[in-house]
Each structure stands twice: as structure tokens, then as C-alpha cells.
């Protein structure tokens, strides 16, 4: 395997010593609570973002929604789940790499602000979304949808996909997740393996995030653990990985179920690292977003 790069190393050493414990649940509540005591889901870029591309925010439907790449002529239509332990909003990352990712490539990008917890759940996530959905596929019918995601927003695209063929819509035609989290319950033993390695996440944290989220209904349910589901109708995926990350035995097994349910399935590991590597600024992002822009592309 290829030694990770010194970036990359270092970026680790940093994340262990950050000054916010990982995994930080309450800092990320209180910080929601006062976004959400003004305007409920009004998100706004944050005002020290500098992106070379444009960010169109729309309004609709009550849901906050952000185009990139508007008025390509593109036949392809990427939508874009956050990740963030279904608590916090979209970070800076994520701009930071939707605006390397959208540069590299002129297809349209949408990015939702979907409702958090503790505030919301996930009954009303898959509402709003599946709304809107339904009107992506009536305004951009010519279009091929991609369904993107990462952390949080991985899981939630791979349970959004299932839970749209059950309701008789068509799954997207390519699924790219990153570092999804794909089982709220994290039993995996596996995990023990993982934990003294990921500089990022906790799992007694993100348990009480999946609490919130899941709003009493049981973690099983693949809404919110899609490696529960029936994978078989999923139809085309990529998943990124690193192997400094917990979730990492996880996406490999749903990664291993797919491929025994029939399904075309590619998994890249980030060999010694972390949590959504492609976000962050090393050169193995930089391979993994020209890679995400190829598949794109080629697709």
C-alpha cells in the first residue's frame, strides 16, 4: 500500500489536537439553536467563504437550497447530502470541495439544507426531501441523477435511495458517497479496531446524535442504518473510505452486501486516512476529487 502523504499526516496530528472535543455534540446543539431561533433552516454561506464559483441560494418549499453550476446545458443533475452527524450544517469543507469538484466539471450541483436534529428528525428529513425529489425528477426529467453524499449525509443518501424505490420513484442512476455512515448502531466489533486511529469521531457522541435523529424509532430501520435495506435496488455506487476512520469496517461490509446483492459497487481506501479525506486539503483529496469529477464525467 502507498504511504499517505506528509499532508495528510499532519493534518491527523492537528485534528487529535484540536481545541473542540471530536465529536463535540453539544457544541454543535447550541450552535443550531441559535441558527435555528432565527430563521428555521436559513442557512447562509459563511461570510469569510472565498469560492472561485457561484453559490445561487433558493428558497423552496421550505427547504433551503444551493445551485452551482446553474446554466450548463449539462445532462446530468448532482445532488449533494452534507454530512455532519445529522446536527450541524453545511461546514466550510464542504463548499471547499464542491467548489474544486464543480470547477473540474459543468454538470449542476444542488446542495440541500435538509432539517437537523435535535430539532427535527429524520421522519421530516425524508419528507422535505423526497418532495423534492419528486420535483427534480419533473423539471430535470431529461437530466441523469447523481445522489452524492458524505459522513451523515452518505447514510442518508444510501436509505433516501430505498426508501424512493419503495415509494415507486426511480433510484439515481449513480450513488458517490464518502465515509457514508451506514449503521446508527455501530456495533460492528470490528469498530474496537478503529477507535485509538480516528482523530475525528466519537462513537458514544455520535450515539446521541443517532438518538436525536432517530426520535425513538429503532436503529435498525433502514432509514436510518441503511445496511439494514435491501440493497439490491440500489443500481450504481462509489465509496470513498480512509482506514483511520471507524466507519470503516462498516462501509466495507455494505460495500461486500452489494456486490453479493448484484450491484455494481466501487470502494476506494485512503490507506491511513481519515474521516472524509476527499474534503480536506492533501493531495490524496485532490486524486479522489479528480476521480469523483472522471466518474462524473464518464458516466
Partial sequence: MRERSEKARILEKVARRAIIPKGSVMTEVILNYRRYRGKRHQYSLPLFQKLQQNVEPVFSHDLQLFYMNVETG???????????????????????????????IDDTFIIPDYPLAPFSNYRECYDRLTFFYKKCLEYYR????????????????????????????????????????????????????????????????????????????????????????????????????GTHEIFYPDIVKTHEKLLAAGVKSELVVGYQLNHVYPAFPIPEADEAISHIADIIRNL
Fill in 142 to 241: 431529461d437530466r441523469r441523477i447523481i445522489l452524492m453524499g458524505d459522513s451523515a449525509g452518505g447514510g442518508l443518501a444510501l436509505g433516501l435511495a430505498m426508501y424512493w424505490h419503495a415509494a415507486g420513484l426511480p433510484v439515481p442512476e449513480k450513488m458517490i458517497l464518502l465515509s457514508p455512515w451506514v449503521d446508527l448502531i455501530m456495533d460492528n466489533p470490528d469498530i474496537e479496531n478503529y477507535l485509538s486511529v480516528d482523530p475525528t469521531l466519537k462513537r458514544s457522541e455520535l450515539s446521541i446524535d443517532a438518538a436525536f435523529w432517530a426520535d425513538g424509532t429503532d436503529l435498525h430501520d433502514y432509514r436510518l442504518s441503511p445496511l439494514y435495506g435491501d440493497l439490491s435496488v440500489i443500481r450504481d455506487v462509489t465509496m470513498f473510505t
Fill in 74 to 104: 449539462s445532462d446530468k443533475l448532482i445532488i449533494y447530502l452534507h454530512g455532519g452527524a445529522y446536527v450541524s450544517e453545511i461546514l466550510p469543507f464542504h463548499w471547499i470541495m464542491l467548489d474544486k469538484l464543480t470547477r473540474q
